[in-house]
């Protein structure tokens, strides 16, 4: 018995430990950002373009790369979520638990969902490459649609997963089809849709190594889907590289604008992941 009260003591300081180390690297990471970049921020560096001296310290703003970024993460976000839901109700409704295609295809979009981004970003530019294309928004957009398509997935399944099959069960009784079943399978996945918008939406905005082979960069914002876009990750990586403290500071100054971005949407998920938690059936 006293080894057992040891061990959850033991236990409970180790928890407590990891917990306030997590705390003290996200703070240290906060704090970092805010401290560099803060001093570089201003009106003139959200609604202005980068002028002639931008890059060595002189007039312009990120306007380009905010602008940017939603561009390349709202479009990618609608095309992986026309295309992952029908996945997961095709998982979840058509096919029956223990079905060997389910378990392969589940096993498949794990795999994806772990591979490196940068892998992403090489195999769309091969297939940019062949068929001729530049560096686009439209290219950006694909590859950021690939790469968010598994977290979609996985994250709306799993939570359609814990529903109870005898909902199913009861609207297969009443005389209902599998495609009328899928009304009540999207209510009880709202929660999952919200929470997977919010990890991609995450993911896709902080990445840097893929729009960087597929998207290219500019100081204009793009009219057009054959014209290259910029991001914030990348104007971070591009001026945190630069020599002049000014710049340098320009691109903390992007990170804390992409941070709050995180912040601002972050929350609201977590307001609308509530909201349809209510309705769940259980």
Do not use: C
């Not at 959850?8 to 560099?36: N, P, R």
């Not at 928004?137 to 709306?156: A, D, E, K, W």
């Amino acid at each position: 018995m006293k080894a057992k009260f040891i061990e959850e003591k033991v236990m409970k300081v180790v928890m407590a430990l990891t917990t306030v180390l997590l705390f003290f690297f996200v703070g240290s990471i906060i704090y970092t950002i805010i401290k560099e970049g803060w001093p570089a921020m201003s009106w003139s560096m959200i609604t202005d373009l980068p002028g002639g001296g931008f890059y060595i310290g002189k007039e312009g703003g990120l306007l380009n790369a905010i602008v940017g970024s939603l561009m390349i993460v709202g479009a990618s976000t609608v095309l992986g979520l026309l295309v992952s839901i029908p996945v997961v109700f095709y998982l979840n409704v058509y096919l029956t638990p223990k079905s060997k295609l389910g378990y392969a295809s589940r096993l498949a979009f794990d795999v994806l969902f772990g591979v490196p981004s940068i892998v992403y970003g090489a195999f769309a530019f091969t297939i940019m490459i062949a068929l001729g294309l530049k560096t686009s928004l439209l290219g950006g957009i694909i590859v950021i649609t690939l790469l968010i398509i598994p977290i979609f997935i996985r994250s709306m399944d799993e939570v359609a997963r814990t529903m109870p099959r005898d909902i199913l069960a009861a609207t297969f009784s009443l005389g209902a089809t599998r495609l009328q079943s899928v009304r009540v399978l999207v209510r009880q996945i709202l929660p999952g849709i919200a929470t997977a918008t919010l990890l991609s939406i995450g993911r896709a905005i902080g990445d840097a190594a893929a729009v960087m082979f597929t998207a290219g960069y500019t100081d204009a914002i793009p009219t057009s889907l054959s014209q290259p876009a910029a991001t914030l990750p990348l104007a971070v990586f591009f001026q945190l590289s630069s020599p002049i403290p000014e710049v340098q500071s320009r691109a903390y100054a992007a990170a804390f604008i992409l941070t709050v971005i995180v912040l601002i949407l972050s929350i609201g998920g977590r307001l609308i992941t509530n909201h349809f938690s209510k309705n769940r059936i259980k």
